[in-house]
């Protein structure tokens, strides 16, 4: 076969392989490269007769690719994205084009970019969001690097990018590794909306009494509303799904410890070095780390039980309704911190992101799609220099209204002993940034006490120390 293909994956796992399919489909030739025969093999089969092939030899891989060769990589984050680059090297020539297409931590991506740039080859680091289905129907595709790199595949990835009114999920979102920090705050916000859902899910559960058939119910009637979204549209479908294995619904079975591939947890530790508060994802990321000592909450549990008088009468209805309010309150607060955080790393790491794009490229396709995307882009269209949404005017009548759901459902979750610490990070980060006074100035001085730290005064400019 002659060098003539117009895309090359390496990693053929089921992610690889749909992207490829996807690309055949909007009639680009494409080549797979995996070591495991299977899964070449796999690609070849399901591939039927598209234009795309499969090998596991990196030699003719190469050899099958026009030049500049555009090469996505979809294996897993970390070292395997470094030796897939060395075993690569040997076969590629100047100007050639490699993607790294996984959820890579973008200090990496920025080591990788100086690294091939060095050696005269493009890179591009491009977040894709979706799972499989969206790999294979439309993802959001997430690019960064120098948008001359971009160039080169734009119209492919456009191509195969989910779409919204016709609009391609996909936008060159900045220099270097903008486009995986992108990602990883998307990430770290998937992890919030996730957590939020499972505390809806705890409360309704545990309070209300809501079995699966009424929660499949209620998430399928938020779905209709203001909620819309993939995350509540899958949680109402997990609810309807019985257990193929034994009697009754699949959800009770599986065991309650989350894990993490560590997305959620490095845009906490970021957030943390710029000094940006993203308490909900904190609280999410936390939770994942609390919900796997399920053998310390086995030990704990029987003695800390609490008795039916603790738990005053809920109107269960009204918990309903009032759930769903919070959840929508919740969802905009936890949009709004990942939001902040981009904010400011785009000036920090100089990205010069655009949120209007970042919000339309997540309008459809990954996995915080959503309704509200939709007037998150317009609020950055109507003020692209905003530094967080709970300032624009888009969404004041819904927070103000939502706050009283957040704080009604949060009193009964407290009352009835049920830990819901991310909605209550919510609600905390609310009244904490729409409040002009904290109590810091407490700290201050306490730093100053024991410390000689020195404070600042609200009265005169300067610096202060008092022996106290
Ligand atoms: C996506 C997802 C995906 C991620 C999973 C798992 O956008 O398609 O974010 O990239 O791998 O969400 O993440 P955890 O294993 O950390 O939960």
Request: hydrophobic share 40%; glycine share 10%; proline share 3%.
């Amino acid at each position: 076969m002659s060098s003539s293909f117009d895309f090359g994956m390496v990693g053929l796992g089921v992610m690889g392989r749909n992207f490829l399919l996807n690309i055949a489909d909007h009639g680009f030739s494409a080549a797979g490269l995996d070591l495991d025969p299977e899964k070449a093999q796999a690609l070849s089969e399901e591939s039927g007769d598209k234009p795309v092939t499969g090998t596991t030899n990196t030699a003719e891989f190469a050899a099958l690719l026009r030049r500049p060769r555009k090469i996505m990589l979809l294996v897993p984050a970390g070292k395997a994205v470094d030796s897939v680059i060395e075993s690569l090297l040997p076969h590629l020539d100047k100007g050639d084009l490699i993607i790294d297409g996984g959820n890579s931590h973008f200090e990496d991506t920025n080591r990788r970019m100086e690294y091939l740039k060095m050696k005269g080859l493009q890179f591009l680091g491009v977040g894709v969001s979706g799972g499989e289905e969206g790999a294979r129907r439309g993802p959001s595709i997430m690019p960064g690097g120098n948008v001359e790199s971009y160039q080169l595949v734009g119209p492919i990835l456009e191509a195969v990018a989910a779409k919204v009114d016709g609009v391609p999920c996909v936008a060159y979102l900045g220099n270097t590794s903008a486009g995986h920090y992108v990602k990883m705050v998307h990430n770290g916000i998937e992890y919030g909306l996730m957590q939020l859902i499972a505390e809806a899910y705890d409360i309704l559960k545990t309070v209300a009494g809501l079995n699966n058939q009424a929660l499949h119910e209620v998430f399928s009637h938020w779905n209709e509303g203001a909620l819309e979204s993939f995350l509540i549209e899958i949680t109402a479908d997990i609810f309807a799904k019985r257990d193929d294995k034994g009697d009754g619904w699949l959800v009770d079975k599986i065991l309650d410890k989350a894990k993490q591939k560590g997305t959620g947890k490095w845009t906490s530790q970021n957030a943390m070095d710029l000094g940006i508060g993203i308490p909900t994802i904190d609280a999410a990321v936390s939770m994942r780390g609390l919900s796997a000592l399920k053998m310390e909450r086995k030990q704990a549990a029987p003695h800390y039980t609490r008795s039916v008088e603790e738990t005053p009468y809920v109107n269960k209805e009204q918990l309903i309704t009032q759930m769903g309010e919070a959840l929508y309150f919740a969802f905009i607060t936890t949009y709004a911190q990942g939001m902040h955080l981009l904010a400011e790393a785009s000036q920090e790491y100089g990205y010069q992101l655009s949120l209007e794009t970042v919000s339309r490229i997540w309008r459809g396709g990954c996995i915080i799609r959503a309704r509200l995307l939709e007037d998150m882009r317009q609020a950055y269209q109507e003020q692209p220099a905003l530094r967080n949404l709970l300032l624009s005017p888009a969404f004041h009548d819904s927070l103000l209204h939502g706050q009283h759901a957040a704080r009604a459902t949060l009193k009964t979750a407290i009352d009835y002993g049920v830990p819901a610490m991310a909605l209550s990070a919510a609600l905390a980060y609310f009244d904490t940034y729409r409040r002009e006074y904290l109590p810091l100035n407490l700290v201050q001085a306490q730093r100053d006490y024991f410390g000689a730290h020195t404070y600042e005064r609200v009265d005169q400019e300067g610096v202060f120390h008092t022996e106290w």
